[in-house]
Nanobody
Framework: VQLQASGGGLVQAGGSLRLSCAASGRTFSNYGLGWFRQAPGKEREFVSHISMSGAYIKYTESVKGRFTISRDNAKNTMYLQMNSLKPEDTAVYYC????????????????WGQGTEVTVSS
């Protein structure tokens, strides 16, 4: 499956952005999906995961209550609604797909998008 992330940009602290991850190729609904981010000089970290049906969702603690992950299997697209953004959310955001045995581990995902940059100014 090929993934294309979009929707990043520059926003002030407290603002919102919605990231999208469009998929093509293999059957989208067969994959669990995740969002990861990587800030300059830091390792890639888990942000959120959504299961194939959307019934199971997980967030990293720092984004709970601010970010919402969703997917539309009919449109082969996943979303990440990011509200109340903070400067520490600044990173390149990546979407990933796979049958992850560990939803929080990057190595568990087989397919990756190219990343979209999010910059939050204070």
């Amino acid at each position: 499956v090929q993934l294309q992330a979009s929707g990043g940009g520059l926003v002030q602290a407290g603002g919102s952005l919605r990231l999208s991850c469009a998929a093509s190729g293999r059957t989208f609904s067969n994959y669990g999906l995740g969002w990861f981010r990587q800030a300059p000089g830091k390792e890639r970290e888990f942000v959120s995961h959504i299961s194939m049906s959307g019934a199971y969702i997980k967030y990293t603690e720092s984004v709970k209550g601010r970010f919402t992950i969703s997917r539309d299997n009919a449109k082969n697209t996943m979303y990440l609604q990011m509200n109340s953004l903070k400067p520490e959310d600044t990173a390149v955001y990546y979407c990933a797909a796979g049958p992850p045995s560990d939803v929080g581990s990057p190595s568990s995902y087989h397919y990756w998008g190219q990343g979209t940059e999010v910059t939050v100014s204070s």
